[in-house]
């Protein structure tokens, strides 16, 4: 046969057949390709993250004084004491060479000056030395373990037999989703306040955060971080959200997605209407507060206690007279910053105590006859009116009221007869659904000498977390944390009222060393500042803060290594094959060939735009797996050998964590460490004990495997 128009047809149609089926496996092809790819992306994610570096900020008066001697020898300390909190104007011969700090003598020097300013100060002699005994006068300094050799970090720490509970603030320097992945065992359950300020998805306001997000773009980083952070919460816990206009209605389908309770939304009223466009001026924000069990917000008796205050100085000066109370009527009118129901309390009764008046009409029309009985005036005995709608409360209420002359009847019985509210009695309310605060964050900044695009108010946050953590020891978390302001504003509470509320913030960005650091240090050593120098140096504050950086999702990617191997099982290797297993040995995904030298475990981080290797901190990343909280860290020493031993609990279970380092050891080396350990002790009283690599204490468990079983551990979404 001839090739006709149909031969050439079924040609053609042959041809496409096979060219649409070489399509589609080459389609199938790449779309394993990127299968694989998204889902190692994915695996390197959520890899839990390793510590890279772990510091701690005391306060001397922690500090056993046998450091001294070292510590005033540290120029590079004493130089960051000289930058944050100016020591060199109580004495310039701290930084004057001819002028040994080991120096005897009395203190201050020839030419003191005054401390506080024009107040003159002396000391007895200092038998230690000039810079020693300074040091024993400041007790409010803040030592910063970074400028000091792990040695003197060993030895330090060693002194501390709570070590977790004694830490009042947590600060990890890092991208917020692999910071909360990794704290997420730890603190499961156990965070009282949850405190954030997140980007707003604005172009304006210049987050570090990318703030041009589309909206399904920063709904999906809210969701992430926000039901992530949801296992955090206590069952009596509160999440406070900051937010604006521009995202406030999106917020809620985020927060519809977590077990958790509607508590409403405060308005922050800033008193400054923002212009410059053609809408109506807003001069408000928002927060939205979400809550585990049905928790009350209160509100912080600052005004209710000033108000208390300035009436018992009336009545010690006037006594209970019209002047006194006319000087105190005056007083609560045009004091600005009091609220509407605060400046009603404006009375003082014949017992000094201050009151306000309140209305006794039902809300809504009575109908039963009961509720109308009027009072009878105590002096005209004539029948009072009655509220058109009625009493709120039963007769018998109302006459229990009388008894405790809870009722106000006016200078005869025209007056409708109201209820007295005794302001002590109400010191602390329920928190309102609007704040008024026209206080600038830029303002605490200045006065700290510091630099930051936008902060909130101190006092806001004040007002904020003490609506959730009055009196307690419960931990505030903010993992959009900025300048600090949620660690400045539990600083203030805690100096306020001697309280010992803790903090954790987490914040990734460079200011985290340039501005969030610094002003929690300020913050620390003194109450009030201004021009970059603190006002007085009286108001201490012992504290200690463990401050932490962690790999980057960056970093990670960049220490993945490919392992050559020989007589592979494929001549052309699949990519999930090349991605899994070539991939296992890589330094980020935990070698555990390595943990043999434990404290030089390294990593590849870019820095400044430049790649250093760094020794990483593998026994505190283990800590956060394992979920630890450490009472104490030892350091101890077999000739050149150097033992780290973490004793503490794990799901109330008494735990002890060894590490050392073993590399080349033989038989007769891990009979040695079997002697060392137990002639030291260190797992007396343990109900677990875990040990890095091989060991042949009898009690202990190789905690390599399980390190690398927690590094992959899916705790998240």
Known sequence: MGGGPLNKKLTNSNNWLETAKLVHRIATQITDFLSHI???????????????????????DRVPEEFYPEIVQNAAQLAEWKDLFAIHEIDPNLFNPDFPLDKPTAYPPDKPTSYPPDKPTSYPPDKGGRGVNFLKQHPNLILDTCHFDANFKDRLLSHFNDLDNETDG??????????????????????????????????????????????SSWLSMMADRLIL????????????????????????????????QNQGTIIWDKRNPGGGTSKIAVQHEYVVCHSKGNIKLQLKPVNRQWILNLAASLVKKHGITEQGRKEFKDWMRDKPDLRGGERLYSNIDEDGRVYRLVHMGAPEQRTDDKYFVPLRHPITKKSCPVPSSGWSNSPEFMQDLLSKNLIFFGPDESTQPQQKWFLEERLITEMSSIIPSGEKGKQTMDALGLSFLYCHPVNLYEWLTW???????????????????????????NRQDNGNRKYILIEMGHHF????????????????WKGAKPISRESR?????????????????????????????????LLSYLLGSETRESQTFLNITKLQNPFSYQLKIVKDMQTQTQSIDLPE?????????????????????????????????????????????????????????????????????????????PEAKPLDPLFKKLMFSQTTP
């Not at 190692?40 to 306060?59: A, D, E, G, H, P």
């Not at 949801?230 to 977590?258: G, T």
Request: hydrophobic letters at 35%.
């Open 541 to 573: 504050l012992s504290h200690t803060i463990k401050y932490q950086r962690i790999e980057s999702y960056e970093d990670a990617l960049n220490n993945i290594e490919f392992t050559e191997r020989e007589n592979s099982l494929f001549e052309e290797p």
């Open 229 to 260: 952070a949801e296992q955090f919460m206590a069952p009596d816990s509160c999440i406070l959200c900051h937010i604006d206009e521009n995202e406030y209605e999106n917020l809620f389908h985020v927060f519809n997605l977590l077990e958790t």
């Open 621 to 697: 990343t283990f800590n956060y797996l394992l979920g630890i909280t450490v009472q104490t860290r030892r350091c101890l020493y077999d000739d050149d050998r150097r033992y780290l031993v973490y004793r503490g609990t794990v799901a109330q279970k008494s735990t002890v964590i060894i590490w050392r380092e073993t590399a080349g050891w033989k038989p007769k080396d891990y009979e040695r460490d079997y002697n060392f350990i137990q002639q030291h002790k260190l797992t007396d009283n343990a109900t677990e004990v875990y040990i890095n690599t091989d060991s042949i204490v």
């Open 467 to 493: 609506a959730v953590i009055q009196d307690s020891e419960d931990i505030t978390l903010d993992f959009f944390a900025g300048s600090g302001t949620t660690a400045h504003a539990t600083i203030n509470l």
């Open 513 to 528: 060393d340039t501005v969030l650091m610094p002003r929690v240090k300020k913050a620390i050593y003194a109450e009030k």
């Open 38 to 60: 998204e889902e190692f992306q994915k695996r390197l994610w959520l890899k839990k993250k390793f510590v890279r570096s772990t510091n701690y900020c005391i306060t001397l």
């Open 170 to 215: 947590l600060l990890i320097h890092g991208e917020n989703f692999q910071a909360l992945n990794l704290l997420t065992k730890k603190y499961n359950e156990s965070i009282r306040c949850i405190h954030i300020d997140p980007p707003y998805n604005t172009k304006t306001s210049g987050f570090f955060y990318k703030n041009a997000y589309q909206h």
